[in-house]
């Protein structure tokens, strides 16, 4: 117990909120879960998500050998409230306000790694993760009793909801396991009742082809014309199902956000959509270096830009749209055309004139069937 808290005490210093112990004994049962979602088409999109990597991820003795116990770790960043949000502005995930977790996160456990032996007082053999590896950090936060998991598959800290950024350090050390938390969400079901896409398809279980952090990030094609008008103005990840949690209502927030490393960038938490439609990519590159946002690619966040103005329904997008449609990234042209014909079935006449304009003069087949789709209620009246 004294090593422990020696451990813990060094995580902390290292500007860990959280620190749990778990054995290094595989999660059978999420082992079998997330084959089980695998099977019923859950994790679709994902091609790395294979069930030889579930395999990998939940057994920590085949990524370290000599494993013997996990150190949990977590990191709150909560911070700073939103920017207000404005006519053509969207929304962007809470944890892509500042710099990129992986990197921040990274340097704090090699810190803590670094300084293992010392404390220890022998050598030790480590191997850590942060959410990139085949490890599953959710199951290790569950068994240590870090937090518990939530109904939308999320972990939840009693004291910081589920605002945590988590990190394993599988070790050869022998250190007593922690007990889980017996709190649960009880009868809650706010977070599946207030997902727009329906994505919590039961109690613990997402189908990713609907999550709308899938489809704004992960996914590189078209979204789901079915989809398109339940992202909102959501242009990079979701935080619905979070803001709804009523434990995230009194989270409090940890030394690690509170001292900035989580800083708001000033514009990412609610983004200009026109200005995003009119990044290059060497301006793109600079604004997002060292920012989750770039996993979704300039032409992945102007597809979403031109979703979100779609559903903002102000007219002075309509404008942009048009340059949008002109554009030379199908992908983009596609999306802008649908915005357009949103604004197209409210009446305006500028959007269906530069629809029709674009039928005569688009060669990709797939716009052009955007392009038709989003004339086709007009039909009748022109």
């Known amino acids: 117990m004294e090593l422990k808290e020696r451990i813990r005490k060094l995580a902390l210093a290292k500007g860990f909120d959280l620190v749990r112990f778990t054995s290094a004994e595989s999660f059978a049962e999420d082992e079998s879960s997330s084959i089980k979602r695998i099977r019923d088409g859950h994790m679709d ?68 790694t670094n300084s293992l032996e010392e404390v220890v007082g022998a050598n030790v053999r480590t191997r850590a993760f942060v959410d990139d590896g085949p490890m599953n950090d959710r199951a290790a936060a569950r068994r240590s009793g870090l937090g518990w998991v939530g109904k939308n598959t999320n972990v939840i800290s009693p004291r910081f909801g589920s605002w945590i950024l988590l990190g394993q350090v599988v070790t050869d050390l022998h250190l007593e396991p922690d007990t889980p938390l017996k709190k649960t969400c009880g009868s809650c079901v706010r977070c599946i009742d207030d997902c727009p896409t329906g994505a919590i398809v039961a109690p613990y279980v997402i189908d990713n082809t609907k999550c709308i952090s899938y489809l704004t990030i992960e996914l590189k094609g078209s979204i789901p014309i079915d989809l398109r008008p339940l992202v909102g103005d959501w242009v990079f990840g979701c935080d619905i199902c979070q803001d709804v949690c009523p434990v995230n209502r009194k989270a409090e927030s940890g030394e690690t956000a509170l001292s900035g490393d989580f800083k708001q960038r000033p514009g990412f938490a609610t983004p200009d959509l026109v200005a995003l439609l009119e990044l290059d990519q060497k301006t793109f590159s ?57 604004f197209a079935e409210s009446g305006e006449c500028k959007a269906v004139k530069a629809l029709q304009s674009a039928l005569d003069k688009e060669n990709d087949d797939d716009v052009l069937q955007e392009i038709q789709l989003a004339l086709s209620p007009l039909e009748t009246t022109w």
């Open 45 to 112: 999109g994902y091609s790395w998500y294979t069930e030889a990597r579930v395999r990998k991820m939940n057994r920590p003795m085949d990524l370290l050998e000599g494993a013997k116990s996990v150190i949990s770790l977590a990191v709150s960043y909560l911070g700073e409230n939103p920017e207000k949000t404005r006519l053509n502005y969207g929304r962007t995930a809470r944890y892509a306000w500042g710099e990129d977790y992986h990197i921040t996160i990274k340097t704090k456990i090699k810190e803590f």
């Open 286 to 342: 600079r604004i997002y270096k060292n920012s989750p946002v770039k996993r979704a690619k300039r032409i992945g966040l102007q597809r979403n830009a031109c979703v979100a103005l779609g559903n903002n329904g102000d007219s002075s997008a309509i404008q942009p749209l048009i340059k949008a449609l002109e554009g030379s990234e199908s992908l983009v042209r596609a999306h802008a055309a649908w915005a357009l014909g949103k």
